[in-house]
């Protein structure tokens, strides 16, 4: 493995352990061991297109939808509207992996996503 590519699994692995003290209000659906630096987690009871907006709102970039695999999201139960993608590369460090969990940290203790599109501004339809 290259520099690249050991830099980005050592954050993938600060990733995933943050993610697992978020607890079982979070599911990570990207667990294989040779993959992309890139993991999906969708929330239960909430909406990941919700926690985008919110993780935007804080200047975290993390898109939601199922970013043109729509048959594996309905084949992962996730419908069409898929989960948060979470992506790692070259640039990022351990400062970007603490600013997206404590942004998850604070979207999880949000109750009700009426009051988290209010607290965004967002118009919901």
């Not at 209000?25 to 667990?31: D, G, I, P, Y």
Request: net charge negative.
């Amino acid at each position: 493995m290259d520099l690249i590519g050991k830099h980005e699994q050592s954050l993938r692995t600060e990733l995933d352990a943050g993610l697992i003290e978020l607890g079982e209000a979070v599911t990570v659906h990207s667990r294989a061991q040779q993959r992309t630096p890139t993991t999906l987690v969708t929330f239960a009871g909430r909406d990941a297109q919700d926690a985008h907006h919110f993780l935007a709102s804080r200047l975290v970039q993390a898109p939601a939808g199922s970013f043109y695999a729509v048959e594996a999201s309905e084949r992962l139960g996730l419908g069409s509207a898929g989960g948060l993608r979470i992506g790692l590369s070259l640039y990022s460090d351990s400062s970007d992996i603490a600013r997206l969990l404590n942004g998850l940290d604070d979207f999880l203790r949000i109750q009700g996503s009426s009051r988290l599109a209010r607290q965004l501004h967002i118009t919901t339809a």
